[in-house]
Each structure stands twice: as C-alpha cells, then as structure tokens.
C-alpha cells in the first residue's frame, strides 16, 4: 500500500524549533518530487516547500524562506522539514505529499497521495 | 506570485444537481498548469484534476473541469452525498505553487 506517514508535531514556543518527517512506503521514494503542504486551523491550504528527487532542487514559500529547511533521505524512504524561528502564524497542520509528474508531454503535476498531517502549534 | 481566487465562497445545493465551482488567476498559469482538489473535515485533500481538465486516477467521470484563459471551472455533473466538502484549484505553473481560498459545497 502507497502511504505517506508524518510525525514530529507538538507544541513549541515562539523562536524555537521542530523537525519534522514522513516516512514513505509502497513505492519507489527515490523516483519523486516531494512536497510540504500545511493548513492553519480552520484555514485553507498552504504549498510550503518542494524538493527534487535527489535533494538537488529546492523551492520554499517566501513566509517561510531562511527558517525553513526541506530535505530528504532516499535511503531511509523519509522527507523531512526542519523549521527554525517559530512563529504563532506557523501554527497548523502539515501534510507531506507525493508529486506525481503526468507523463503526458506537458509538464503536469500534482499531488497525488498524502500523508495524514502532523500538528504544529507555536504558543506561549 | 499567482494568486488564485475562487467563487463562490459556499455552494448549497441539493443531491443530484449539478455544481460549478470557479478558480480565477491573476496571471497565466502557462499552459493550463491548474489542478483541484478536494478536502473533507479531518481528512487530507485528494488529487481530483490535473491540467486543468484530466481526472486523476479513480476519479468519477461526473468530476470535469474547463479552461478559458486564466478563468477555471470544476464541474460536479450530478452531486452524490459523498461530494459535499471544500475543493481547492492550485496552480503550479511556477513557485511558489498557490492554492485558491477554497468553496465550500454544502448540503441545501
């Protein structure tokens, strides 16, 4: 079974840290794109950060740039993000994602299997 | 940045009718670079739409979606119960990726 399982959430104070992970399983980690999505309470949804299969390429969201660091390791299956400098507005829950590139002459992608979602809250 | 904002913001409608949900962007999303997605409560969203108009795989072919420029539809052609929640156009056309605000289709 493809499935995409976080952990590392909790409760932090503002300025402090938290690493995340998502530990793939049921394909083939290795051979994909993968994303960071996170969703504050009662909110909708926020793309964070991308990373290339071999960890060569990254991309983050401008809130989130210079605290915020997406990594991987293919041969432990895991994706994860490792978050400095905490803020309250980074209260949510994150997902990780798979992106999965449509093979059909276009540059189409989605994200098509995602994990559960792990909570994050910054406070006090 | 592209922003992406979707209407209407609530959708009520009745089982069995026929629901348009609409994502515009603020710029071109290239060559129709929009996907939608679909959320309900206490669940992680699903993959419906890529393209702007091809269904994911295991989508029911009463889920479509169109294009016209950088206005975007999803189409709900005969609303089952299951269908009732928030759905999300996303474009990744260039980063960041951006997610619309959401629509909400709830039960009338």
């Known amino acids: 079974e493809v499935q995409l399982v976080e952990s590392g959430g909790g409760l932090v104070q503002p300025g402090g840290s938290l690493r995340l992970s998502c530990a793939a399983s049921?394909?083939?980690?290795?051979?994909?794109?993968m994303s960071w999505v996170r969703q504050a309470p009662g909110k909708g949804l926020e793309w964070v950060a991308n990373?290339?299969?071999?960890?060569?390429?990254?991309y983050y969201v401008d809130s989130v740039k210079g605290r915020f660091t997406i990594s991987r390791d293919n041969a432990k299956n895991s994706l994860y993000l490792q978050m400095n400098s905490l803020r309250a507005e980074d209260t949510a829950v994150y997902y990780c994602a798979r992106v999965v590139r449509f093979s059909s002459g276009r540059a189409d992608y989605g994200m098509d299997v995602w994990g559960q979602g792990t909570t994050v809250t910054v406070s006090s | 940045e592209i922003v992406l904002t979707q209407s209407p913001g609530t959708l009520s409608l009745s089982p069995g009718e026929r629901a348009t949900l609409s994502c515009r962007a603020s710029q071109s999303v290239g060559s129709n670079y929009l996907a939608w997605y679909q959320q309900k409560p206490g669940q992680a969203p699903r993959l419906l739409i890529y393209?702007?108009?091809s269904r994911a795989t295991g989508i029911p072919d009463r889920f479509s979606g169109s294009a016209s420029g950088t206005d975007f539809d999803l189409i709900i052609s005969r609303l089952e119960p299951e269908d009732f929640a928030v759905y999300y156009c996303?474009?990744?056309?260039?980063?960041?990726?951006?997610f619309g605000q959401g629509t909400k289709v709830e039960i009338k």
């Open positions: 393209g702007a108009s």
């Open positions: 990373i290339k299969q071999d960890g060569s390429e990254k």
């Open positions: 049921g394909f083939t980690f290795s051979s994909y794109w």
């Open positions: 996303q474009q990744y056309a260039g980063s960041p990726w951006t």
